[in-house]
């Protein structure tokens, strides 16, 4: 256990002196999307996105993002005032699962369309195949400008994520707003989410209105739990301070929308809004992500806000993963999809959701999300944390924080326990069972290719919190 990788949580003592001006603090003033924009739209406008040669995309990636502390999730608190407001005008699935708690892992799988063991990227030196066929190349072979613009080194392009990207960067600003609060006191090496937002503005302003795009947006404060002044209204534990960032970063986001109504980009760009992972806070004895595959590390938000508004929000009942993203966006634009995928395009579901009949297609099918245990340690065997979602449950298996081995059956609606004993559920259980052992048996399409990472790539990523050889 000694060298197991974990995500650190580290100590806020230094922050303690401002916990008086925390609850004192006045609120983030969100600009939320007016009405003048973007025309309203139904079941024929989306089915004509498939025709439209003027759509941008926008893809919002907000690390660590947990989808039930945002309000259009059910959460009580107010985190997301314009997140919320995309999302009453367009898409949102309500049951959506990343494929790993750990970025790079699950990053593999939503860009691949692959899950993580079918990825080959499982291990912390794992690279995406060069022989993968990427979201990014379709689309640069469709005309769009490329550009992926991040903030976690897990998603490097030496790992192989920067194919198909003309320009693939990671901002990193000149020192650390001293306004600014994090848990993580040297997270300022690693620039900020207003100097990403700044650079995506200046791309819009240059290539904006000159091009069709694709923006890729790798938000990183969340993950830094970083705040401010303004956006320090809940409290000043760990879960609080967690909660306050993600409203500063729901402003950040604000501030970029307000810039593509400003030019008139709103009704051409199709929004989609995401997460790799979310966050625990001791539930299951577990704190942080990378170390278990329960739901809170695992069940992320999925919102599509399209180049009109819908006149009512949609809602997906289904279960969906981030695999079904890019089949679903590619099939929503008239593109080509990956030769490959794990996941299934869920453009049916959303015209028939728009059109507000009953979906009567496909069965959900299996879910599932991975972890190696052991990611981070040099020439370890793979120690499998796996979940299984089906029908009503959802199976989990892994170490628990002293390293024991368990299984769980849990309720797929809310993530409560089902059963003490699981002998109580046998059938259902040996069902589950079987179908991890079938996901845990496959291999990865590609062979799975290593980097070797200097100390210095080595040291940008334990700044991330994570312990590495």
Known sequence: MENEPKRVVWPYALIAVVAVAIYLAASIEIEVPGEAGRPLGGLSEVEGLAERDDVNILFLLVDTLRAERMEAYGYERATTPFISSLAETGVR????????????????????????????????NHTVSADVTMPAEILADAGFKTIGLYRNGWVHGYFGFDQGFEKYYRPMGSGQDPSVQRIRPNAFIHGSDEKLIGDAIEFLRVHGETSRWFLYLHLMDLHEYTY?????????????LYDNSILRTDWVLSKLYAYLESRGLDDETLIVLLSDHGEAFGERGFEGHARAVFPETTQTPLLLSFPFRLEEDVVLDSSTANVDVWPTLLDLLGLPLQPASDG??????????????????????VTVAFLDENWGQVGADRQPAVSILEGDYRFVAGRDIAGQDFEVLLSASDGTIVAADLADRDDIVERFRTLAKEELSLQALHESQTYELDEMQLDQLRALGYELP
């Open 93 to 124: 699935f309500d049951h959506h699962t990343a494929q790993s708690s750990w970025t790079k892992s699950s990053m593999a799988s939503l860009w691949t369309g692959l899950n993580p063991i079918r990825s080959g990227v499982t291990k912390f």
């Open 228 to 240: 401010d002044e303004e956006s320090a209204i809940f409290g000043n534990t760990i879960s609080d």
């Open 344 to 365: 299934r395009s869920r453009r049916p579901e959303i015209l028939a959701a728009v059109s507000g009949e009953e979906w009567v297609g496909e069965e959900d099918g």
